[in-house]
């Protein structure tokens, strides 16, 4: 269970990370399957046909459906979903505090009601680790709250102060977990979350307060929550440098090809987000010339692949005019292929960005990708 750092070039960093479920390469995007499948019809075969390391499920979804104590029994989330490689769980705290209508903070946790049946719901740092614990995941994701990015001072001043206090409680809840006989996976690894909104001090106190914890990881959360990019950036440009150098740092919710090239040029080197597919499911496909719409009447006629050259599935065989066909007719295989080409896209961007820094040639990486997915196709 150890984090090797390979290489470095200016802040960027190329690691390698030794979990229960096999070797991370990082730079790594995680691939988003909420609960525990990838929205458009994703199979497991799948991810590992486009190169994904790890797959991330969430805590809140699974335990309001079906339930964690059931996949427990069943033997827990890597056998459920047939997943041998590692899953990251996150705590539930940023579904559990977008239903700001209908959930109450206390020091010992949040109280909600679920958004399936209504039914009440308390969820704190314990629960969230017995949840984490019962899915059997490689890595756990602290309970935190997350506040809204412009917040007002004193509220987020408050709220990180209670996510300090929560963290201690979810490592001495996860250390006693790991300890019991029937615990599915006693290597599990919990990873501590920095908060602070965008002020860049109580960011960087925080950021002080829980690498005291020495966690085998820790994670920049609280972004892409309605601040602008640019003061996304200046968040990593701060905080950063205070989280330890020796463990990932993972960023999460984020983001666009960009936000992530950007952000490994800041030292960060977990990423997920959810555009990927959601976009994909849209017939918004990802490409080295931009972003392109399948809707769009242009590519009625057009025999091309989605991009060429591109190893996914979508693009060794079809071309866009018969995925937009399959868009338009509402067929399911177009969302898939769409969705499919989207991740493949992302983890193989990730491969190149490995790649570059093993080569020393990030910053050069960086600048022509950029470029090329702003000129856009000619």
């Not at 190169?51 to 979804?61: A, D, G, I, R």
């Not at 705590?91 to 209508?101: E, K, P, R, T």
């Not at 250390?175 to 029937?182: E, F, G, M, Q, T």
């Not at 960011?203 to 994670?219: F, N, Q, T």
Request: with cysteine; hydrophobic share 35%.
């Amino acid at each position: 269970m150890k984090y090797e750092l390979l290489k470095t070039e200016g802040r960027a960093k190329r690691g390698r990370f030794h979990t229960a479920h096999g070797v991370i390469e990082t730079p790594v995007f995680m691939n988003v399957g909420t609960v525990a499948a990838i929205k458009g019809a994703v199979s497991t075969d799948d991810l590992r046909d486009i190169k994904c390391q790890v797959e991330l499920s969430n805590t809140y979804h699974l335990h309001v459906r079906t339930g964690d104590k059931l996949i427990k029994e069943l033997g827990g989330l890597h056998k459920f979903m047939a997943w041998d490689r590692p899953i990251l769980t996150d705590s539930g705290g940023f579904q559990v505090f977008s239903l700001a209508g209908i959930r109450k903070i206390k020091e010992e946790g949040v109280t909600f009601n679920s958004h399936i049946d209504g039914r009440k719901i308390f969820m704190g740092p314990e629960e969230s680790m017995q949840i984490q614990s019962n899915l059997g995941s490689t890595i756990a994701m602290a309970f935190d709250e997350c506040p809204p990015a412009l917040a007002e001072r004193k509220y987020v001043e408050d709220s990180v102060a209670r996510t300090t206090r929560w963290l201690h409680r979810c490592k001495e809840e996860m250390a006693r977990l790991n300890s019991l006989p029937d615990t599915i996976n006693k290597e599990q690894l919990l990873f501590g979350i920095n908060q602070g909104a965008i002020y860049n001090d109580i960011r960087i106190e925080h950021a002080k307060a829980i690498s005291e914890l020495d966690l085998p990881g820790y994670a920049v959360g609280g972004l892409a929550v309605g601040e602008s990019h640019e003061q996304m950036y200046d968040v990593l440009d701060h905080v950063v440098p205070y989280l330890p150098q020796n463990k990932p740092t993972y960023l999460m919710g984020v983001g666009t090809p960009a936000n992530i090239l950007e952000a490994v040029d800041r030292g960060v080197d977990f990423f997920d987000c959810v555009y990927p597919s959601r976009n994909g499911r849209h017939g918004h496909v990802y490409t080295n010339h931009g972003k392109l719409n399948l809707f769009n009447q242009k590519f009625e006629k057009d025999m091309r692949p989605i991009e060429e050259g591109c190893g996914c599935p979508a693009c060794k065989t079809y071309s866009r005019a018969y995925i937009r066909h399959l868009l338009k007719a509402k067929e399911m295989l177009g969302m898939r292929l769409c969705v499919l080409h989207n991740l493949y896209f992302y983890n193989t961007m990730m491969e190149e960005i490995r790649n570059a820094l093993d080569a020393g040639e990030f910053a050069t990486y960086k600048k022509n990708k950029l470029a090329s997915m702003e000129a856009g196709e000619q």
